[in-house]
């Protein structure tokens, strides 16, 4: 008995990880063919039947991708868009949940109430009248138009505001104390203990800006102002037959920056916002 | 008792920045489509006029606007139930006792970086009525020809099943998040006490998770709603017929390609409504566990 009982265990660890294994080529495999396609020259991704060779034109096929809708000027404008914007959205959103926890004003249940309109209020719901707005300020095919209207966030404040009230009441006392004044406060305290935090909104927000598509599409106009994910529609729409290896590169390069900040991220992105706004 | 720092002014400033984005980002621009969803002909054109709920009648009363409602509605039920039992059951997975799980981890959370755009790309490739792999392996497997440019329905499961691989990587990181937090202790006595394993986990762990499962339904909603105009716009353009319009590209189409500014107000106004909705839901139902950690 004791043998087939080690024996079952054996073979049910097996099974696990062969099922954990075949889960994750299904997550990965249209990944996967993509990185093929990608490699092959135009004749290649009409192969049929299709097979999992690559190719040896991955050269060729990512400096086109690269080249015929300039991607390198749209992912630098991407870049520009989802890192200002993260990094004004981070602050604003501290500046405010450092005054709702730390101060006590007459505004302050209304102004973090506030700050849930950005979750009621996405683009689609006021896709029109922003666009106006826009054209009123004559900020239309620019940086501005691309990055003001999501400066405010209600994640990041919300995340601020729990992990400020967790702060131990003896820190703000002794702070007051000594007569430390509440800015210092915010910069030689609570910023250090809040990276965690600003490491996971970074993210968040990063992976968010990066992958915006319909309002980028509808409030730029020249092609040295549109974004990367609007490349990826061009290179959809150029020719007359879908160039696949070449809009698989493409895809790929796009997809590139938001996966290394990702990586890089993942483990604050779990701990400082995953456990704290999922629980 | 709470201390707080003495200013009186510094607060208002604090939050002043916020607050005026988002009135004049946010809030005065959904007043104007509020405003301009009661106008017709104003918003692009030279004469406006008032026409009450008029919009609102035609949107109610036509039959392309209740298809893509009804449309929207079954894409985002099987685009969240869908995702949400495979991640669940990846994130069991991950969650046993298991080595490289960093790893494995990993593997399976990067469609987290992913944006709508490129998940639609990567399944109208794999679908390809031409040259795509899973047309090919349809037609010597089972027979089937497919070609999502002409048959409709196709190319609904394909723009469902892309919006539910894109959210894979989001509901595994929260549901393993979540499983994390059974406690230890409980699952092992009722090991003890003899359950199976299938017992643990539906009368322990979903109970125990349940706020997040919640969580998730509310947000993988809100994302097939409001997120994945990208990547129908560019697996499908809504087609073949209207068979893949889901609202946020019709608003678009409305707004941008038909310059009926009164009509896409009136739907932006709706898409409000939904969102209060389901905002009312998460807060009513999941209060207490969606915000009670941290």
Known sequence: ?279 | MKSYFPEKILPYLLVAPSIIIIIVFLVYPFGQAIWGSLLRGGVWGATTRFVGIRNYVELFTSPDYLWTLGRTFVFATFATLGGMAFSLGLAVLLNQKIKGRIFFRTAVIWPYALSPVIAGVLWALLFDPSSGLFTYLANVLFGMELNWRTNGTLAFVIITVAAAWKNIGYNVVFFLAGLQNVPQQVLESAEVDGASSFQRFWRISIPLISPTIFFLLIMNYLYAFFRTFGLVDVATQGGPGKSTEILTYKLYQDAFVFFDGGSANAQSVLLFVFIVGFTYLQFRYAQRGVFYGG
């Not at chain 1, 099974?15 to 996967?32: D, E, K, R």
């Open chain 1, 1 to 279: 008995m004791g043998v087939s009982r080690a024996k079952w265990q054996l073979f049910k660890r097996f099974a696990l990880y062969v099922t954990i294994v075949v889960a994750i080529i299904i997550v990965c495999f249209p990944l996967i063919y993509a990185l093929v396609m990608s490699t092959r020259d135009l004749q290649g991704t009409f192969r049929y039947p299709p097979d999992l060779m690559p190719g040896n034109s991955i050269l060729s096929t990512y400096s086109q991708a690269w080249n015929t809708v300039n991607l390198g000027r749209l992912m630098l404008n991407s870049g520009i868009v989802a890192v200002t914007t993260s990094i004004v959205k981070i602050t604003l959103a501290m500046l405010a949940a450092f005054a709702i926890v730390f101060f006590d004003f007459k505004w302050k249940n209304i102004a973090f109430g506030a700050t849930f309109l950005t979750q009621l209020l996405p683009v689609p719901v006021k896709i029109v009248p922003t666009f106006e707005l826009m054209k009123t300020f004559g900020w239309v095919d620019s940086y501005y138009a691309l990055t003001f209207p999501y400066f405010a966030t209600a994640t990041g404040t919300f995340l601020f505001r729990q992990f400020f009230m967790s702060v131990p009441e003896d820190l703000v006392d002794a702070a007051r104390v000594d007569g430390c004044r509440p800015m210092k406060f915010l910069k030689d305290i609570l910023i250090p203990l809040s990276w965690n935090n600003i490491g996971a909104l970074f993210l968040v927000e990063f992976v968010y800006m990066w992958n915006r598509y319909l309002w980028p599409l509808v409030v730029t106009e020249s092609e040295s102002m549109r974004v990367s994910q609007i490349g990826i529609k061009m290179l959809m729409t150029t020719g007359s037959i879908n160039k696949w290896n070449i809009i698989m590169a493409g895809a790929i390069i796009v997809l590139l920056p938001p996966l290394v900040v990702l990586l890089f991220l993942q483990k604050t992105f779990i701990e400082g916002f995953v456990m704290r706004t999922g629980k």
